[in-house]
């Protein structure tokens, strides 16, 4: 790093390239952090993991153990006695329609917000940030007045329509944030070549901005899946409850069965996990590449 890099380097910066970049011991020092936050991370899933092959009474006498007898009961119960597999049904056909939807009207909105000039712009992007400092239990009465009306509570739409609108606005931040950054000879080359608005979203803007669309997608989904309280206002019917609300009412229903609950908790954690893992490299690239111009 040169003299001038280094002079352009905000406080904060500076004490991380002098402390941390350039010290063994800064390095170690956030290595120890980094582990000891990853283990507190990590411990209480394998415990719910560990203790979700045993049965209630071992839990209960041997919690921090290893299973003496592992045994699959649990997780057969969980599928036949609450119908899990119902619940990941609804979950994945709500939570995976609320991700489509999301996508599709934030990114088109994202580009015209990113791309196109025309009155009120700046009015509604203000409005779209203000609508994310609206908690979701100050429109929940509204919300549900409206979807009674519709004849929608207790179905899959109930939870779609008004989860999908919540989470228009912060696709439309993020993704308008990527399109920005993409140059503007792109855009002009495109008119040469004689495409139109719908064209150069889709030839142009959006490959471009799919690392920007894994980013919004993955929090959307990893939002709707673990949203317990709409679910519980909107859906809380059985045949068409998420897998969250399950969770809900083996804690209430089944609150002695320790096993059936730490297995049921696992098979909530595991689509997440597996979510994320697939969508890891895009998402970093996503939540990252348009943070600076250039």
């Not at 709500?94 to 999301?102: E, I, N, Y």
């Not at 944030?177 to 002009?188: S, W």
Request: proline share 4%.
């Amino acid at each position: 790093m040169t003299e001038i890099e280094r002079n352009k380097l905000t406080f904060w910066e500076k004490i991380q390239d002098r402390y941390i970049h350039k010290s063994k011991y800064g390095r170690l020092f956030v290595y120890i952090c980094l582990s000891a936050w990853a283990v507190t991370t990590i411990f209480p899933l394998v415990w719910v993991f560990l203790n979700s092959f045993k049965n209630s009474r071992e839990i209960i006498t041997d919690t921090f153990a290893l299973p003496s007898e592992p045994t699959l009961q649990n997780y057969i119960n969980a599928f036949n006695t609450v119908d899990i597999g119902r619940s990941y049904l609804n979950s994945f056909i709500m939570s995976g329609s609320v991700v489509l939807f999301a996508l599709m009207f934030g990114g088109l909105a994202a580009f015209a917000m990113s791309r196109m000039k025309f009155r009120l712009r700046g009015f509604i992007q203000t409005a779209l940030v203000a609508s994310l400092l609206i908690p979701a239990f100050a429109t929940i009465v509204p919300v549900y007045r409206m979807m009674i009306s519709m004849g929608f509570v207790n179905t899959h739409l109930g939870f779609i329509i008004p989860i999908t609108a919540a989470n228009i606005p912060f696709a439309v931040l993020v993704i308008s944030g990527y399109m920005a950054t993409i140059p503007k000879e792109l855009e002009e080359a495109a008119v040469m070549d004689g495409c139109n608005r719908w064209k150069m979203f889709t030839r142009i803007f959006l490959p471009i901005s799919l690392p920007a669309f894994a980013t919004v997608g993955t929090f959307v989904f990893l939002w709707s899946y673990n949203d317990l309280f709409t679910s519980l206002v909107l859906v809380p019917q059985e045949k068409v409850a998420p897998i969250v609300v399950l969770l809900a009412n083996i804690s209430s229903q089944y609150g002695t069965d320790y096993g059936l609950m730490t297995a049921a908790i696992i098979l909530t954690v595991i689509p997440v996990i597996v979510f994320y893992l697939l969508a890891q490299k895009t998402f970093e690239k996503g939540a990252t590449s348009g943070a600076v111009k250039g």
